[in-house]
């Protein structure tokens, strides 16, 4: 599997119409459901792969997401995240929201949630 399970009462993907909603994606590694270490852009990587599992496990690529949000604990964390978030999205990028925050489950630094259109 090439993204985590959820580890709450939560789908990872609900389809609506074509339409599809990803739960947030933390950087946990897919294979022990822990916590990956390492600075804001290595947590942005696991996480941004996580959520390309998930897209996967729809029949989706980074292609089909139209909108994501990323939430951060440390919203001077923004230019690093989007250096590796580019390097995962190519143009035309999503919309995308950032928003800074408290806390995020398991300590995590950040946690990444889109939103995918099928094409056909």
């Not at 997401?65 to 604990?73: E, G, M, P, Q």
């Not at 995020?104 to 099928?118: D, F, Q, S, T, Y």
């Amino acid at each position: 599997m090439n993204h985590p399970q959820a580890i709450g009462p939560y789908s990872i993907w609900r389809k609506a119409g074509k339409l599809v909603f990803f739960s947030g994606q933390i950087p946990l590694d897919p294979n022990t459901g822990e916590l990956i270490s390492g600075d804001i852009k290595a947590q942005a990587t696991q996480a941004l792969k996580n959520v390309g599992g998930a897209l996967n496990a729809a029949g989706l690529s980074y292609e089909n997401v139209i909108k994501s949000t990323i939430f951060l604990t440390d919203i001077n964390d923004f230019g690093a995240v989007n250096e590796i978030y580019a390097s995962f999205f190519t143009e035309p990028y999503p919309a995308r929201s950032a928003v800074g925050i408290k806390a995020l489950p398991k300590g995590a630094k950040i946690e990444i949630e889109v939103i995918a259109r099928k094409k056909k």
